[in-house]
């Protein structure tokens, strides 16, 4: 039970007054070292206010019906107050100054209450906004929250308010070194589970759970990877080389095909021919949504890509590749990186970083036009990925300009 007292007064802003002189009266709560101010709707005159005593003064019929209102005021508050005291909760002064209104109380959540309730709305946007693979992860990082707070706090759950500004730090240095008692989580891992975490904490926030982020000033470990992709001559050593086994063959072109249009697995895998339009330039464009993101986004079909399609060309069928499962097709890459001599361990994804690097950037294209085909959100997803990439590019050319430079100085 909360046994600690409230202070209820009034006061008045005599700086401001009507047009009649009169001045508003207000009330102040204050709980816990925490005040709530609001406005009585009650008018008086200044000189005739006694802050002291509480009271409008001298005694007539009208100062008299303003200070039975003060006082049934004052009194409703306290009511309020004891009836929040009876129910054994934790409140504040807002939650007062609610049922005094006749509202009810912000309810008081917990950390993994609200992730479930975030949840629950999350689930009613798959196949909409989301995708299934999204929401796993969500569920994946409730999981981790779930069993670090069963480690840390030695309890099923904790209240918002109980949060302290040190939760993150303590929540990442469980991620990396002992993970539900398996192995730690890399550092990009850790992110991506905190960073979800964190709209959580937004949507606390949003909802009226929480006042303000207790993570405001926590900055997320930056993380350098190297991105792997084929150069250019590595991609030619790729494109030269026949197999005699067709099933190989097949897989090497399709890996091609993502080389020069970026597309991800299931969005290759999926592919239909009605994808392939005409664009505004009569050139053809696959025209296609993201499986990742949902987001529509267009791909002109480069020279490369469009032998390939013709060369899998089956009237039969409304798709343009025949179907191979993703393990499979990893499987043949390394086969194939093996056969040919690529020192680099081949997966599917190094097409579409092939695709970002070696065909679109090392070539010239704009940050902002990559980041378009790549159907990120943000380019600052572009930039994060690719710097180092660009910074070769500006450095090739700074050695361009440089002997440009020294031809005009012999001149």
């Known amino acids: 039970m909360n046994t600690k007292k409230i202070s209820v007064i009034f006061l008045i802003a005599r700086s401001r007054q009507n047009q009649s002189g ?24 200044p000189s005739s206010w006694n802050s002291k005593l509480q009271l409008v003064k001298p005694p007539n019929e009208e100062n008299t019906n ?6 049934l005021i004052k009194s409703k508050i306290n009511q309020a107050f ?40 999350l689930k009613k946007l798959l196949d909409k906004e989301i995708q299934q693979v999204t929401y796993n992860k969500y569920m994946e ?12 706090f030695k309890t099923n759950d904790i209240k918002l308010k109980d949060i302290k500004n040190n939760f993150l730090d303590e929540f990442e240095f469980y991620l990396k070194i002992d993970v539900d008692k398996k192995k730690g989580l890399a ?39 190297n991105i792997v992709f084929l150069t250019k001559s590595e991609l ?11 099933r190989i063959n097949n897989v090497k072109l399709l890996f091609v095909f993502c080389c020069y249009t970026g597309l991800a697995f299931k969005e290759m895998s999926l592919l239909k021919k009605r994808d392939i339009i005409t664009g505004y330039d009569n050139n053809l464009w696959i025209v296609i949504k993201r499986s990742k993101t949902l987001r529509e986004y267009k791909i002109p079909l480069l020279p490369k890509a469009r032998e390939i399609i013709a060369h899998f060309d089956d009237t039969n069928s409304d798709f343009c ?15 194939i990186a093996d056969v040919v001599g690529l020192q680099k361990t081949l997966t599917h994804h190094i097409a579409r970083k092939t695709f970002a690097s070696t065909v679109l950037l090392n070539n010239g294209v704009p940050m902002e036009v990559v980041s ?37 100085d012999k001149n």
């Open 372 to 408: 378009e085909l790549l159907g990120h959100s943000k380019i600052t997803t572009t930039q994060g990925h690719y710097a180092k990439v660009v910074q070769s590019q500006i450095s090739s050319q700074i050695s361009i300009l440089t002997k440009k430079l020294e031809g005009l």
């Open 66 to 71: 303003i200070n039975n209102q003060l006082s």
């Open 22 to 45: 009169r001045c508003s009266v207000r009330c102040r709560i204050t709980f816990l070292q925490q005040r709530y101010e609001f406005a009585t709707g009650l008018f008086i005159i």
């Open 321 to 335: 590749f025949p179907n191979i499962s993703n393990q499979k097709f990893n499987e043949y890459l390394k086969e």
């Open 236 to 246: 030619n050593q790729l494109e030269k080389h026949q197999f005699k086994t067709e």
């Open 82 to 121: 004891l009836l929040l005291q009876i129910k054994k909760q934790d409140f504040d002064v807002v939650d007062i100054y609610k049922i005094y209104k006749g509202e009810k109380p912000k309810a008081e959540k917990a950390v993994l209450e609200v992730y479930q309730e975030y949840m629950v709305r």
């Open 141 to 152: 990082s409730f999981n981790h929250l779930k069993n670090f707070i069963k480690y840390k």
């Open 187 to 225: 550092q990009s891992t850790i992110n991506k589970v905190i960073q979800r975490f964190r709209r959580i904490i937004k949507f606390a926030i949003s909802e009226g759970y929480l006042e303000k982020d207790p993570f405001m000033l926590y900055k997320a470990k930056s993380v350098s990877k």
